[in-house]
């Protein structure tokens, strides 16, 4: 079983920073292909980022792409999301999800690739 634990959310003003933290249990990390997603209020759970097994290859949402960053630590089996010029419209609870057996360059955008979620983090962004 593989377990994913979200931390780093938090409050913090527009144009702020912010970075959450992915730990991921499970002695094959390094080959997990790992995303990020995110739930506003209201709204249906939307993809933001994706890295394949190394950290080499990222693919982002239009919304975040070159302001948030997703990279990878394989000796911590941990995932991150730095998140710059943070805007209202991130606010959401902020899911990462990993997908088993993935290609090794393989990044993935839809929901159903994946395999296990973690709990979520809320991300608040005050204007």
């Known amino acids: 079983q593989v377990q994913l634990v979200e931390s780093g959310g938090g409050l913090v003003q527009a144009g702020g920073s912010l970075r959450l933290s992915c730990a991921v249990s499970?002695?094959?990390?390094?080959?997990?292909?790992m995303g990020w997603f995110r739930q506003a209020p209201g709204k249906e759970r939307e993809f933001v980022a994706s890295?394949?097994?190394?950290?080499?290859?990222?693919n982002y949402a239009v919304s975040v792409k070159g302001r948030f960053t997703i990279s990878r630590d394989n000796t911590k089996n941990t995932v991150y999301l730095q998140m710059n010029s943070l805007k209202p419209e991130d606010t959401a609870v902020y899911y990462c999800?990993?997908?088993?057996?993935?290609?090794?360059?393989?990044?993935?955008?839809?929901?159903?690739?994946?395999?296990?979620w973690g709990q979520g983090t809320q991300v608040t962004v005050s204007s």
């Open positions: 999800a990993a997908k088993i057996n993935a290609a090794r360059s393989g990044t993935y955008m839809y929901q159903t690739s994946y395999d296990y």
């Open positions: 499970g002695r094959s990390f390094g080959t997990y292909a």
């Open positions: 890295v394949n097994w190394s950290g080499g290859t990222t």
